[in-house]
């Protein structure tokens, strides 16, 4: 016999378990299909576990550099089996919350694989041949590392992103390709570790996605972190031979080559949509795969919700917690709160880090409107002084005399100040109003108050 919920959700990271407790919470009976682990990719191959490991390579480089502070340490050694073991047991301290959650509102958990069904779009197939149904379907099944023409992962020399979690050992040389957010990250933290390493980016720019003078900021610091960067390149194979992988790539000045000890594919992450039933049960998915929805989170099949990484938006675990609450929400029929994806904050986590809300100064400007811009260093920060942290800025794009439209930073604890900057672009705040605002001394927060100065003309420290 059939279980049937008000809700089933299918998978279990941040979307599906937002999504469970939000609807729960509300008071919808809820099941929740899991085949891995309850957290998704976010807490168990992708944001937790690699902040864990880039925590590590940040004490690292602290001790090593504690001297300056009239600290002497000697000369610290990294061991990683201890790094992996505090990695592992963070994860499971929060997948065991996560999981109290779900208790504690009464959702059912069901261990398996689950598919659409071909004859009934709102029946999930568990892998164990049992079957639920839902009076409405949420779709969480997240994604998986994206793949690269020409260059296989085979787990030992070329690895993807789930294996540079697992690190056993560092690696001499790394070339990594792909200077996204992922791959900046483990960038940064493969050189902490002492490895050698070479980016590989096809566009003209690392972590394209981020403002110029942001991305300009964060090449200048890993230039003299000796990070190798090669942008507008075109990498055609990845080839092993023994111990060593040859990664050939070409330019407009014609092909090249470099050695690496290992290779890490980081282009990217792929929609889990080709293996859950979607074609069967009539979900309609765009040409990349991924499920298309409306505003409101719904699908092209009346009843059927999708979020998070399966959908063409961030694929951040935050958007995916506040894309399951407005799927809840069109469910249970109260007002719907879109998602405003041009406004939503995104951290990464390289040394130094990089955050931002909002439009970049291109994207302002091709919009129209009188767009000014302002950026103050952290150099002249007291605070990132006496922290020994100066490299980096925050830059604020505003409309003259109106609202700021984007804040972006990199520079120390930039994912932690960026909540400032992701008020004032979500309260479109004026910049008479911020700029007449206090912030302590002295702090890191202060650059962005002296961005704000500098825009109204009235600087200070500028």
Avoid at 222 to 250: C, D, H, L, P, W
Wanted: one cysteine or more.
């Amino acid at each position: 016999m059939t279980d049937r919920f008000d809700v089933a959700v299918l998978g279990g990271g941040p979307g599906g378990y937002a999504a469970a407790l939000f609807a729960a919470g509300a008071g919808k009976t809820v099941a929740l299909v899991e085949e891995s682990g309850i957290g998704g990719t976010c807490l168990h191959r992708g944001c937790i576990p690699a902040k864990e490991l880039l925590q590590s390579a940040e004490v690292l480089r602290t001790v090593r550099g504690a001297g300056a502070f009239g600290v002497e340490v000697g000369d610290p050694t990294l061991n990683l089996s201890t790094s992996q073991e505090r990695k592992s047991a963070v994860v499971a301290r929060l997948t065991k919350g996560v999981a109290g959650l779900l208790d504690g509102r009464s959702v059912q958990v069901i261990t398996g694989r689950g598919t659409l069904s071909a004859t009934n779009p709102y029946q999930i197939n568990i892998s164990d041949g049992t079957q639920i149904e839902g009076d409405a379907i949420i779709l969480a099944p997240g994604s998986q590392p994206g793949e690269l023409p020409g260059v296989v992962i085979d787990g030992e020399r070329v690895w993807s992103s789930d294996h540079v979690l697992e690190l056993t050992e560092v690696p001499k040389r790394v070339v990594i390709i792909g200077a996204g957010a992922i791959g900046v990250e483990f960038a940064s933290m493969l050189t902490d570790f002492g490895s050698s390493v070479t980016l590989l980016e096809s566009a003209d720019r690392i972590i394209p996605a981020t403002d110029e003078d942001v991305s300009a900021a964060l090449a200048r610091a890993f230039k003299k972190r000796k990070i190798a960067m090669q942008t507008g390149v075109t990498v055609t194979s990845a080839v092993r031979a023994g111990e060593i992988v040859t990664v050939n790539y070409r330019d407009d000045t014609g092909e090249h080559q470099v050695e690496a000890d290992r290779v890490v594919v980081s282009v990217g992450r792929t929609p889990r949509t080709t293996d859950i039933g979607l074609a069967a049960a009539g979900v309609a998915v765009d040409a990349r795969g991924y499920i298309v929805v409306d505003e409101a989170m719904r699908t092209s099949v009346s009843g059927i919700y999708a979020v998070g990484d399966v959908v063409a938006t961030p694929q951040l675990a935050h958007v995916a917690f506040a894309e399951a609450m407005v799927a809840v929400e069109a469910i249970t029929g109260v007002d719907i709160h879109p998602v405003v994806y041009d406004r939503v904050p995104w951290g990464i986590y390289c040394h130094p880090e990089v955050a931002f809300a909002g439009l970049n100064e291109a994207d302002a400007r091709a919009r129209g409107g009188d767009v000014v811009v302002q950026s103050q260093r952290f150099i002249g920060n007291a605070r990132a002084q006496i922290l020994g942290e100066a490299d980096g800025l925050v830059k604020v794009v505003a409309e003259r005399g109106g609202a700021v439209l984007g804040v972006h930073m990199v520079g120390p604890w930039a994912t932690e100040l960026i909540a400032e900057g992701y008020l004032a672009v979500n309260f479109e705040a004026s910049l008479d109003d911020l700029s007449s605002l206090i912030h302590a001394h002295p702090t890191l927060s202060e650059v962005f108050g002296e961005t704000l100065l500098a825009l109204t003309g009235r600087a200070l420290h500028a």
